[in-house]
């Protein structure tokens, strides 16, 4: 019995390169045995956006267009994605991140990135709505009670109001911010050419902070430095409904509401991954995103929806970029020529 035993372990050197060969061979053909079964791939999505629509992407609308493709391909999503103040982002886009869709605040951006070819010009308007995806009008938060009775616009012109602004220089809120404030002392005395300037001058003599953006400036807010804040109704509505947010918003009687464009940067976007991305624009149009949208409290682009959100109050008289001639003729008439060069030279700034 102990000779037999000698004798196997002799020959187990030879059994070695045998079992190996076995070994490969079965690794080799695994993929093609009816009982293997291979990863589906994991896609891949850049994406930025500017401040406020953080919490709506990645709460909301990623793991919902994540579960829709899987269902439909078997494949995972993963997003890599980035927030921040649009002039920021767009400035970042030009530098060259690797994004291929990116959510900008305003147009304006997306003509930005178009003059410095990192875009097609105006590829935006092949997009669903002209690549509009969302809206926001902007409103006026004030303290707890409304201490200084603060109605509209023009209440901010009063002596001792102290308000929070974002940045224009960085912030595209701050850029609607003043097409409102324009448009809201315009709308109030049609008949007066200086009404608009009138009312820009009132309210940024009573400027006392500014922010890179409008989620900074809130912070200020919310730190409290001011009286009031003129921001986005999405970026306070739900957290003064829950009271996570001390705070009453005021709609004004007249206001901008803001529109967001969505624009693909296809010279970032692959052959292996221009079937997902495609997917993924689609479905920022479709009913379920922009129900997503409404709920996080952005106003969709399609109005049905947004009567299924009772925290929407009603804008009086609401207005438009395309009220002014859109962003070509707003921002020189009105940010630079009116803001820039007169108001703010008139408050020594």
Do not use: C
Not at 60 to 72: I, T
Not at 180 to 197: K, S, V
Not at 250 to 260: A, M, V
Not at 315 to 339: C, M, N, R, S, Y
């Amino acid at each position: 019995m102990r000779l037999k035993r000698m004798g196997w372990w002799r020959r187990l050197p030879n059994l070695i390169p045998t079992t190996f060969f076995i070994a490969l061979g079965l690794f080799a053909v695994w993929p093609w045995l009816p009982f293997a079964t291979q990863a589906a791939p994991t896609r891949t999505i850049v994406f930025y956006g500017f401040s406020i629509t953080g919490d709506a992407m990645n709460r909301g609308v990623f793991p919902a267009f994540q579960s829709k493709w899987e269902a439909e391909t078997g494949e995972r999503v993963e997003f890599i994605s980035a927030f921040g103040s649009s002039g920021t982002i767009t400035n970042q886009l030009i530098m060259g991140v690797p994004a291929e869709v990116a959510l900008v605040a305003l147009e304006l951006d997306a003509q930005r990135l178009a003059a410095a070819d990192v875009i097609e010009a105006n590829s935006w308007e092949k997009l669903p709505n002209q690549g509009v995806v969302n809206r926001s009008p902007f409103i006026i938060l004030v303290r707890p009670g409304n201490p200084l009775g603060i109605r509209d616009f023009a209440d901010l012109t009063q002596p001792g109001v102290r308000i929070v602004h974002p940045d224009p220089l960085t912030s595209g809120a701050a850029n609607w911010s003043i097409v409102a404030e324009y448009g809201a002392g315009l709308a109030a005395n049609p008949d007066n050419p200086q009404a608009g300037h009138d009312m820009l001058l009132g309210i940024w003599r009573n400027v006392v902070a500014q922010a890179a953006s409008a989620r900074a400036a809130r912070t200020q807010f919310e730190n409290g430095f001011g009286d009031v804040l003129i921001t986005y109704e999405q970026d306070v509505l739900r957290d003064v409904a829950n009271g996570r947010l001390p705070a009453e918003i005021i709609t004004p009687s007249s206001t901008i509401l803001s529109e967001h464009t969505l624009v693909v940067l296809d010279k970032n976007v692959s052959p292996e991954e221009r079937p997902v991305v495609d997917a993924f624009v689609a479905f920022l149009w479709s009913q379920e995103a922009q129900q997503i949208f409404a709920d996080y409290g952005f106003r969709s682009v399609d109005e049905a929806i947004n009567a299924t959100n009772p925290l929407f109050n009603t804008v009086a008289h609401p207005l438009f970029i395309t009220d002014f001639g859109g962003w070509a003729q707003a921002k020189p008439e009105i940010i630079d020529a009116i803001w820039k060069n007169q108001v703010l030279k008139e408050l020594d700034q």
